[in-house]
């Protein structure tokens, strides 16, 4: 019998004391770390967290977690700041076959700032970009994951180039039928150049139906509680959340509508009748009805500020093509076209636009952070964007932390992914930014970047470094190709 406790002792040992059980294995550790919880606007210091996979796997106080864990790499996190990977909810691929390349080019700027999830809002690549979602999704394209809407939904011979032109519900059924079973596509655009309003109502209707998420740009044809009503999931740019403020909204959309006042006296009249109760109660709305809204305030900002600020030397023009570049020029000459008081007019508008942002946040409507940045938005930089994005939404009122938010936790909020996405726990993606100061003291230290993880893979400062200076050595070559 004693010969039989003497083999089974270690075990029974074991079973009793824990504490001297067998380390348990993952594939990365990051000590020391100070994590950012973004939904209680608070640091949690002396932490660790343990990565296997795609996955957090374990987080807590570090001795703890260097007693109970083991790791093949270790990422030193003193003095730093974790928060979980950033989000950019608007960006744009195109310019044509032609600009494939530079396009493609832009993917890396994004992990290089921090950003390990983009959502495209279509551009004129759509089939380019369906399939750069699948190559990143299977590892053979390095870039953020990639979430995409395809074509867009559009009327008969719109503005923008790749479009499903639809003129009729029949034509929108096919349309949705499309994106969702062939495309696949992880949500719905809408514009409105040519789209009869009546047909861009009954797209939002029919695709939420078929549970699919929808963003656009709203008729002024239509009020904004029209495009609520019938389900609309994003407002895109803060101008058309600002229009639900006027207190003739219907009146100013019905004259518009009838052809009895232009595009410019509509938004004029929409400016000169804003109400901040009729607006608040348009966003108390938005809130209940589950609406985001993505301000993409910046690339507005750059284009009304056309006149005055000097891009020529932005450091952002050396990771962008000479072809992309080109695309530049339509906004930049539309703006020079503007006399003084069309200038003056752009200013006030952007500023006045501005000022609801704390308003849709004091609403508890989910601001989402995007930036519209790709070809035609001039000087709106792929992946550097999204910081200026953030910082303009502080300095508009927004706090540190609602800023993060927006770019951390927005964005799976809107899909209904939180329970993966936009926290540091177990069981959430292993997508994750190491920061050297702390973001929610100045979100500018979003900019601070040490360390991204994306999918569990470890992109340290040189790789980090590495991307960008590829990136720029590509569009050197490019621009000395360019030359005559």
């Given at each position: ?13 074991a ?22 919880d973004?939904?209680?606007?608070k ?19 570090d001795a703890?977690?260097a007693?109970?864990?083991?790791a ?14 950033l ?26 700032n ?29 870039g953020?994951?990639?979430l ?16 499903i032109e ?5 034509d ?24 009869k ?12 139906a ?11 044809a ?7 009503d ?84 932005d ?8 072809k992309?570049r ?36 004091e ?6 952070a995007g ?19 953030i ?25 209904g ?42 992109q ?6 590495k991307?960008?200076a590829d ?14």
């Open positions: 019998m004693k010969y039989l406790f003497a083999a089974l002792a270690p075990a029974l040992l079973i009793a004391s824990p504490a001297l059980a067998a380390p348990k294995q993952g594939d990365v550790v990051i000590r020391h770390v100070t994590i950012v973004v939904e209680a606007a640091t949690v210091a002396g932490q660790a967290v343990v990565l296997k996979g795609d996955d957090i796997v374990a987080v807590g106080a703890v977690i007693k109970d864990w083991r093949a790499r270790t990422v030193e996190g003193k003095g730093r700041y974790l928060i979980p990977g989000w950019d909810m608007h960006v744009h691929f195109g310019g044509g076959p032609e600009l494939i390349d530079e396009n493609r080019a832009l993917l890396p700027l994004y992990i290089a921090g950003i390990t999830t983009i959502r495209d809002c279509s551009g004129d690549l759509p089939e380019q970009v369906l399939a750069w979602r699948s190559e990143i999704a299977s590892g053979s394209l390095f953020p994951r990639l995409t809407s395809g074509a867009k939904i559009e009327g008969i011979a719109p503005v923008w180039k790749g479009t639809v003129g009729s519900e029949a929108v059924d096919a349309a949705l039928d499309r994106l969702k079973t062939r495309d696949k596509v992880d949500f719905v655009k809408i514009t409105d150049s040519t789209l309003p009546e047909l861009f109502l009954y797209a939002l209707t029919k695709a939420k078929l549970g699919l998420r929808t963003s656009g740009h709203i008729p002024m239509l009020t904004v509680d029209q495009a609520v019938a389900g609309i999931s994003s407002i895109e740019h803060l101008d058309y959340a600002y229009n639900a403020g006027a207190k003739d909204e219907a009146a100013i959309a019905a004259d518009f509508a009838a052809g009895r006042i232009d595009r410019a006296e509509a938004n004029r009249r929409l400016d000169a009748g804003f109400d901040r109760d009729t607006a608040m109660a348009a966003y108390r709305r938005f809130a209940v009805k589950g609406v985001f809204v993505t301000p993409t305030l910046n690339g507005s900002r750059i284009i009304a500020y056309l006149d005055s600020d000097d891009h020529s030397k450091a952002g023009l050396a990771y962008i093509g000479p992309l080109k695309t530049y020029d339509w906004r930049i000459e539309r703006a020079a076209k503007a006399d003084a008081a069309g200038i003056a007019t752009r200013h006030k508008q952007i500023e006045d636009i501005a000022t609801i942002l704390p308003m849709l946040a609403a508890g409507v989910p601001i989402i930036t519209d940045a790709g070809f035609l938005n001039s000087f709106n930089y792929p992946g550097f964007g999204l910081h200026d994005e910082e303009l939404f502080t300095q508009k009122g927004l706090t540190p932390a609602q800023a993060l938010a927006s770019a951390t936790r927005a964005g799976p909020a809107w899909f992914w939180l329970d993966r996405y936009g926290a540091i726990k177990p069981g959430m993606a292993a997508d994750l930014v190491l920061l050297t100061k702390n973001p929610l003291e100045d979100v500018a230290a979003t900019r601070a970047i040490d360390t991204v993880v994306m999918r569990g893979a470890v340290d400062r040189a790789a980090l470094d991307m960008l990136t720029r050595a590509k569009v050197a070559a490019w621009n000395a190709a360019a030359k005559p």
